[in-house]
């Protein structure tokens, strides 16, 4: 995960509302990407650099700020993300007074980016679940080793017997359903069973293909417990 400058405006807008103390963020490399003072945006940061290079907590005095260029009197902590230092996040102002702060805009910090690498990860693997649906009932050439990994990284059992089912749905009007419309479909048909993998098919004719598990009863496909479970998904539909 990299920190980016949506993140960091994110973490220093937030965290100045907290505690009412200009908050700047920097990068990997000590440049500031995010700030209270604009005019500080996309300077190098030496405090920052060293509380990376370091790994430590680093406190800007006045004397400092004669040594150290980009600073300003402070304390700035470095962001951790898997116990990877990506970025540091820093607090202006005598740091007798604002380093009761300091762990509070660190955790801040690390919170706003453990929910981006979740939001993030939740996008990947919805985006290669609806592919893989795509090639598993097209004439793809997905090799096994990219089935596993696919398939593990998801974890889907790829040996878990399922059925295809075809879902069009018929706007009142007779006209195309928009994409943003279908997608709703598709988390409502999510919503019902853990275990659906569902993508849409067709835009152009509205379809929307689920495959989903298998019913068995002592060890036979059960026709009446499929067609009940499909009933209960189109009812949610209606």
Request: with cysteine; charged share 20%; hydrophobic share 40%.
């Amino acid at each position: 995960m990299q920190l980016n400058k949506e993140m960091a405006e994110k973490i220093s807008i937030r965290s100045m509302r907290i505690i009412q103390h200009s908050v700047n963020v920097m990068d990997e490399f000590g440049f500031i990407i995010a700030s209270g003072d604009p005019s500080r945006i996309n300077c190098r940061h030496e405090g920052a650099s060293l509380a990376i290079n370091e790994n430590r907590i680093i406190e800007i005095n006045h004397a400092m700020t004669q040594q150290l260029r980009g600073v300003k009197i402070g304390i700035n902590f470095p962001i951790l993300f898997q116990n990877k230092i990506i970025g540091v996040v820093g607090i202006s102002g005598e740091p007798s007074h604002v380093r009761k702060y300091g762990e509070l805009v660190k955790m801040t910090a690390e919170l706003i980016i453990e929910q981006a690498a979740l939001i993030t990860d939740i996008q990947w693997n919805k985006r290669h679940l609806e592919e893989l649906v795509l090639q598993l009932v097209t004439s793809s050439d997905l090799s096994e080793v990219q089935l596993h990994s696919i398939t593990q990284r998801l974890k889907i059992d790829p040996l878990q017997e399922r059925i295809a089912i075809v879902v069009k749905v018929n706007p009142d009007n007779g006209q195309c359903l928009s994409l943003e419309h279908l997608q709703k479909v598709v988390q409502l048909l999510n919503a019902q069973e853990r275990d659906l993998m569902v993508a849409i098919v067709s835009i152009s004719r509205n379809e929307i293909l689920v495959l989903k598990p298998t019913q068995f009863k002592n060890k036979k496909w059960c026709y009446s417990a499929e067609h009940n479970c499909i009933s209960n998904l189109i009812a949610v539909l209606h």
